[in-house]
């Protein structure tokens, strides 16, 4: 039986949080309808309105390797797809039902093309499991706050078995653990009211995941929502434990601790625009620049970010979502360092320009504002500072001291984008070196190492 151990958990978290950037893909039946992930219950849609809907899944335009290159190219490094949502419908080829895939004009199991896609690009691989199932006759109907017929007391809850529902739902999470290779991911949604925890025989459910996929990596939600903690912030962890929080739409104030003070392992999960899956009539998409601005932000405070793309009706990402994605690439291409295997600078106060993000003795100052005069670096002495080099080469810099702070002069900077500058720290006092440091790396923009 699974029991957690700190040092295996700070093991198989090493490579997530040097990850730093993930792609979440929600795409199922409720791509058709065009009004997003959450359809059948917001509009409380019977399922025989919902259903022809898989006579109208071909999935033609479905290429997850040019989802999973569009991906990489914006630098991220782990994909989630939705390989079952709460309508219940599968996106692969299960034993325990015909509301899948193999059943629709699609007629192949999607989630195979998928992981084979994303390891060919060297990408993690994950996959989104529902603890929900509306189309499932021994899930709560009547009376369950979010299911579609919650209104509807024809819909009684007499004569429906939970436990054969568990059943069904522990055999499926299984089928995906052993059919498709190495998971890297495994993101649970969710738990709510009473349905959390033992109600979703958790503890069994997990051990089972954990032996046939040493290593992987398991969201918050067998335990709350998005909202919530769970047990391991609580410095008690079950058996079923999150290995990360998952806040939804929120970055965290000031990051997130344990009660003990301790930094934990996070990621927020963000749309692109209002919805998960695709709706057609929401365009309201978040500009490229502000999205960097938050991935730069959720690593400030030591987390990660997951952002969506809802594939439209065919499988095709929307030109939104694929210009924000390109946009998102081109600045990571150039700044990855500042992103990658860093953390927060947590002994430096947040400037008012921007953030900063550190690795080791490397910190990355994003500089959002142009500022008049000199740039202020508080909380670094200049005693301490061996080089500062331009990651962006057609910007000039140079310390100048004002009074007890040390500054950078920015001669050229920009009015829209962010952009960086690397600061880095040494534990030795090399203050005779720092004026011929700094004119060689104003001169080469480069980080110069020093020993």
Known sequence: MYQFNRKEYEERMKWYQDARFGMFIHWGLYSIPARGEWVRSTEEMPEEEYLPFMKEFDARDYNPKQWAKE??????????????????FCLFDSKYTDYKVTN????????KEYVEALREEGLKVGLYFTLLDWHHPDYPHYGDRIHPMRNHPECSNENRDFSRYIEYMYNQVEEVCTNYGKIDIMWFDFSYDDMRGE????????????????????????????????????????????DFISPEQIIPPEGICDKEGNPMVWEACFTMNNNWGYCANDHYYKPASMLIKKLVECVSKGGNMILNVGPDAKGKFPKESSAILAEIGRWMDKNHDSIYGCAPAA?????????????????????????????????????????????????????????????????????????????????ENLNEKIDELMKQAIETVEVIEVK
């Not at 046939?212 to 079923?240: A, F, H, K, M, W």
């Open 71 to 88: 991906a990489k190219a914006a630098g991220m490094k782990y994909v989630v797809l939705t390989a079952k949502h709460h309508d219940g």
């Open 104 to 111: 629709t004009p699609a007629g192949r199991d999607l989630i």
């Open 199 to 242: 109600k979703w025989g958790a503890t069994r459910l997990i051990d089972m995941v954990r032996r046939l996929q040493p290593g992987i990596i398991i969201d918050n939600r067998l335990e709350v929502s998005g909202e919530g903690r769970g047990s391991l912030y609580e410095c008690d962890p079950t058996p079923y434990h999150g």
């Open 347 to 427: 002994d430096i106060p947040k400037p008012d320009y921007g953030r900063i993000t550190r690795n080791g003795n490397k910190y990355y100052v994003h500089i959002y504002e142009n500022t008049l005069g000199p740039l202020p670096l508080i909380g670094f002495d200049k005693q301490d500072i061996v080089d500062v080099a331009e990651k962006i080469d057609t910007y000039e810099t140079s310390i100048q001291p004002f009074e007890d702070c040390c500054t950078i002069f920015v001669a050229k900077h920009p009015v829209t984008k962010p952009n960086i500058d690397v600061i880095r720290r040494s534990e």
